[in-house]
């Protein structure tokens, strides 16, 4: 078992991690898309406190996402951001509430809303994430009915000496494709795809034609991250033999139940999203790879309590 499948559970600590949203194919027109408020940039906003601005709000109502999408893509921003261990839970549930919920429905380029992270730059700057829709362009996969792209005061470069990532604050003219961005479809029945995990034919060909278990284990994270409900029933067609098959080795097993556990939040199933979690956190007691412990400690109990959240809501 590599890092490479638990990393993919969390569906952000591989396949995002070397920043996909700002590789994959984006709608032509978030070229034309520019932010200069900078009112919650310098606010005086205190550590892990989220704030939420939206700039002249339309009368024209707000767009519906449906929960799971929400999590996935706040999951991939937190990796971007390295906030899963340090941020609370209860700021975790304000900053999913103002990236995704209640979003302006326009395309005028003077309509977004501003979700702030208090002091997270080391000279006491905030983090501000810039939210805005799009009309799809014909380009767009069908059945899509908007494009949602965030945009970041901040650059995220790669320091060629070390490998380690540099995250720089700039603020000023917030500019997708030059700024920090990442961006994803709305589709017409609720659902949100990040744009990084829409289907892509031949990376699951290659996966399906592989026999390892990891291959499996990254066919079933892609087949629940797609939102698509033609291979929904493989994925635990996939993972149960993993689960039960005493020849597997423990991290298989952990990632399996992790897998099946995160499918079962997808289908909004809190009894048994919960008794795979247990599982694999029974399972993967005495694992100290921390990888896994950030997972098992951290990321999958929050990834419970945010969607009981948002169904309790």
């Not at 949203?21 to 034309?32: F, G, L, R, V």
């Not at 380690?164 to 795809?193: D, L, Q, Y």
């Not at 289908?267 to 007691?285: F, I």
């Amino acid at each position: 078992m590599n890092k490479k499948t638990i990393g993919l559970f969390l569906i952000t600590l591989l396949l995002m991690l070397v920043f996909p949203s700002c590789t994959t194919n984006s709608d032509a027109a978030t070229q034309k898309w520019v932010f200069s408020d900078e009112s919650l940039s310098k606010a005086e906003i205190p550590p892990q406190e989220i704030r939420v601005l939206d700039r002249f709000v339309p009368e024209n109502g707000t767009v519906t996402i449906r929960d799971f999408g929400k999590i996935v893509w706040l999951y991939s921003i937190m990796e971007q951001f390295e906030l899963h261990e340090t941020l609370p839970l209860q700021a975790k549930k304000e900053l999913l509430d103002g990236l995704f919920n209640n979003i302006p429905i326009t395309d005028d380029p003077n309509i977004y809303r501003m979700t702030a992270l208090g002091s997270y730059f080391k000279d006491g700057e905030n983090l501000v994430l810039y939210s805005s829709l799009h009309t799809p362009s014909q380009a767009a996969p069908e059945g899509s009915q908007y494009i949602l792209e965030i945009v970041a005061n901040c650059l995220v470069s790669t320091e060629k000496a070390t490998g380690k990532r540099k995250i720089t604050v700039f603020n000023g003219a917030i500019m997708p494709n030059f700024n920090w961005f990442t961006n994803g479809v709305i589709f017409s029945m609720g659902s949100m795809v990040k744009a990084s995990d829409l289907s892509d034919t031949a990376y699951y060909k290659q996966l399906e034609n592989s026999d390892d278990n990891n291959s499996k284990i990254n066919l079933s994270d892609c087949y629940t991250r797609d939102e698509l409900e033609s291979n929904d029933k493989a994925v635990t067609e996939i993972l149960l033999p993993i689960l039960e098959d005493p020849q597997a080795n423990l991290g298989d097993k952990v990632a399996a139940a992790l897998n099946l556990f995160q499918y079962s939040i997808s289908l909004e199933d809190l009894p048994l999203s919960l008794e795979y979690l247990e599982k694999a956190q029974s399972l993967g007691r005495d694992m100290e790879e921390p990888s896994f412990r950030r997972v098992l400690d951290y990321e999958a109990p929050h990834m419970y309590e945010l969607m009981k959240y948002m169904l309790e809501s």
